[in-house]
Each structure stands twice: as C-alpha cells, then as structure tokens.
Nanobody
C-alpha cells in the first residue's frame, strides 16, 4: 500500500529554519513527482514546491523562491523541504503529496493522488 509520512515541523522565530521530511513507501513511478503543499486556517491549500524523482526537476511557488529548497534521497525514498528565512506568513500545516497526474499546473493540489497527514509549521514574529 502507498503511504506518505511527514516529519520535521515545529515552532520557530522569524528568520529561522526548519527541514521537513517526507518518507514514501509503496510507490513505483519511474518519473513520479512529489510535492509539498501547505494550508493555513481559513485558506485554500497551496503548492509550495515539487520535484521529479527521476530527473530532479524542481518547481517553486513565487512566495518561497530563494528561501525554500526541495531535494530528495532516492535511496531512502525521502523528499525534503529545507525552509530558510522563515516568515510568519509561512505558518501552516505542510503536506507531502505524490503521484502527479500529469495535469497542469504542477503545483495544484487536485493534480496529486496521494497525501500525507501533514506536519505543523509555526513561525512567530
């Protein structure tokens, strides 16, 4: 069975850093995309970053470019989100998603089939 498990969330001061991890199991896509989304209370879930597991191509939301970096460890079936220079507006539940359907845009929640349970990130000013 397919499963995504996130970890690494926490509470930090503005300007701080966190590294989120997502461990995938039960997937067998040669060019599968994995992505990070986030959702704050009262807001829609928004795409943060995505990566092609096979080719390493990356995609970022404009709001996080230059601050966040998505990467992967294929041997461990793990995707990371390094979050630097965190801002209060980054506060949200962060979710890992997998198996891009091939529909565009890449960073659209409904274009992914599987989701983790989320990990909370809180950034205080």
């Amino acid at each position: 069975q397919k499963q995504l498990v996130e970890s690494g969330g926490g509470s930090v001061q503005a300007g701080g850093s966190l590294r989120l991890s997502c461990v995938a199991s039960g997937f067998a896509y040669s060019n599968n995309y994995m992505a990070w989304f986030r959702q704050a209370p009262g807001k829609e879930r928004e795409g943060v970053a995505a990566i092609s597991r096979r080719y390493g191509s990356t995609y970022y939301a404009d709001s996080v470019k230059g601050r966040f970096t998505i990467s992967q460890d294929n041997a461990e079936n793990t995707v990371y989100l390094q979050m630097n220079s965190l801002k209060p507006e980054d506060t949200a539940m962060y979710y890992c998603a997998s198996d891009w359907t091939g529909m565009y845009p890449v960073l659209f929640q409904r274009n992914y089939k599987y989701w983790g349970q989320g990990t909370q990130v809180t950034v205080s000013s």
